[in-house]
DNA sequence: CTCTATCATACGTCGGGAGTATTATAACAA
DNA sequence: TTGTTATAATACTCCCGACGTATGATAGAG
């Protein structure tokens, strides 16, 4: 059976033209070498030298096997090499599911700065609720998933890697506008828009939740799916909304974005099996836990 | 150190994921197996595969490797497939020198024939007088020569593939032109356009010694280097000139062709090392040699 | 003709790849 | 839980073959 070994020999053989001199590149003794070489022809069924005694030449098939040879070789070394990127989490393939609000929040963020680190790692996203992507985690589906809390499965580690403020989107002729303390419940019977609870069940419990607790059932008179449309729903008069505190980069005509007293908040996580993380999700873990992403956070409490 | 083995071992588990399987595919035991793949996970510094007891699956590193691994195996089929091609005359390089008159004989019909028959041989081309052809052939810068006869050299076999007759070319005008017979020494007062020698020293002499066995020694007029400007200036009027029997398939405007009584002729040969030849000068000389083209010939005498 | 360079041959050694037997452990069934 | 089965790892032995040493064969140089 050919093995790379006969590349190996066959390579220096064929650069020095010389059994002596080859043999001692390759730090071996001559007699074997060139049985390993006649061995090589034997199994190629093709004579690579011509040998005569006094010099050493390639036959054609030689020339041409060189090239080959080479090829082969250099096959190798990348293979070799591109393992252990792979194993050093720059190289390879990274399944991340995301909840659809995260693209207003810290997550395009994390992956521009995942992307610049790690550029050989090809990202494939994937648009899921919560629910859905602890149990596509729980299947090997996905290797990481931005989840909104409260979210929690067997085997599945969720980590809060970012607190956004939940602000109040208000005409800006609204009679609250510039009223210096603002509760939610100054808005019980405000008209609310909010977009479509399957569209984000997470944020959207999470906001009928806190009018709840501030001892109301919202009005809601329109939902609609994008967030932008929203804020230009408030814009046109048509009622308030609860956001995210990153929606403020959205400026829309007639918009006022206020922060409300007892700052309500959501939660966005990072969820993974609990078990030995691969390099590639570590680098990812790691890349959005450390380097300055904590100092984006909102302010808490 | 890294083997092809190891490559085989790899893909066998990665496809099966399942060592005995594997090991089974393979011809062999499941525990040699285990040791190779541990061996390979060593050498590479990653692991490839996780075992769980239970099952087998292949880490990021693992499946890049894989697509490496399978890279590596078709070069190395690649490169014994292009090594036996080589030695059968099917894949290679080929220089071949011919004379400047070579183009207007047998060569370009051979050299078609030729590269339909090994389209994969790269042909190089040199145009070389015959005596440089054969000192390149010596020194093994040349593998093949199309020399003009006579020719010879030590270690260098000349062998004749074809015979042409050299004809007059004269203008339809002259008073010989029509004649029944026509035989060289008819000729030895009429001008005669020629080549200059140095671009075809082999036909040059022959034509001028045919002159001197008619008994004459030729008023050259002109020395045009191209043969198709030759005829051109005989149709002009200019004189006559001797040619090989190809150049008739020039049809220059107001030229006659004559063949000659005794029929002069010039021989092209093939030349080549007197030793073992290669598979590829095996394969030009017999496609030389065989499959009609003697046929192909003028008539001899 | 002798000397030298160089590749091939002969042969013994030994490392390591492969086999057999067994163990360890996880998944599953009762 | 316990027993059974499936599966990979471990322990150990064996033996092939790759390697080294010594030598031979031969062509080219002087």
Redesign the pocket.
């Known amino acids: 059976m050919i093995?790379l070994?006969h590349f190996r020999?066959f390579l220096a053989v064929a650069e020095q033209?010389?059994?002596?001199r080859a043999?001692e590149q390759l730090?071996?003794?001559?007699?074997?070498?060139?049985?390993?070489?006649?061995?090589l022809e034997e199994m190629l069924g093709a004579p690579l030298?011509i040998?005569?005694?006094?010099?050493?030449e390639l036959t054609e098939a030689g020339r041409v096997f060189r090239e080959e040879a080479e090829t082969v070789l250099e096959a190798v070394a990348r293979a070799t090499h591109r393992a252990r990127q792979a194993s050093q989490g720059v190289l390879g393939r990274l399944r991340l599911g995301f909840a659809s609000s995260a693209p207003f929040g810290i997550f395009p963020t994390l992956l521009r700065r995942y992307r610049q680190a790690y550029p050989n790692v090809v990202l494939e996203l994937f648009e899921l609720g919560s629910a859905e992507q602890l149990l596509a985690l729980q299947e090997r589906r996905l290797d990481l998933g931005f989840v909104r809390l409260p979210a929690s499965a067997t085997n599945i580690r969720v980590e809060t890697i970012d607190r956004e403020a939940i602000i109040i989107a208000l005409p800006e002729n609204h009679p609250k506008a510039d009223h210096p303390e603002l509760h939610l419940e100054d808005f019980k019977n405000d008209p609310f828009i909010i977009f479509p609870r399957h569209e984000g069940p997470g944020l959207y419990d999470r906001l009928i939740n806190l009018c709840g607790q501030a001892g109301f059932n919202p009005r809601i008179v329109q939902e609609v799916g994008q967030m932008h449309a929203i804020v230009g729903l408030v814009g046109a008069g048509l009622g308030v909304s609860l956001v995210p505190e990153n929606m403020q980069t959205v400026h829309a005509r007639g918009v006022r974005y206020r922060y409300l007293q007892n700052q309500p908040y959501i939660d966005m996580a990072l969820a993974y099996r609990d078990e030995l993380l691969t390099p590639l999700q570590q680098a990812f873990v790691s890349i959005s836990k450390g380097s300055g992403v904590q100092e984006n956070f909102s302010p808490l409490q």
């Open positions: 093995e070994r020999y033209l010389h059994f002596g043999a730090h071996m003794a001559q007699p074997p070498l060139s049985t390993q070489i006649r061995q030298f040998r005569s005694k006094r010099k050493v």
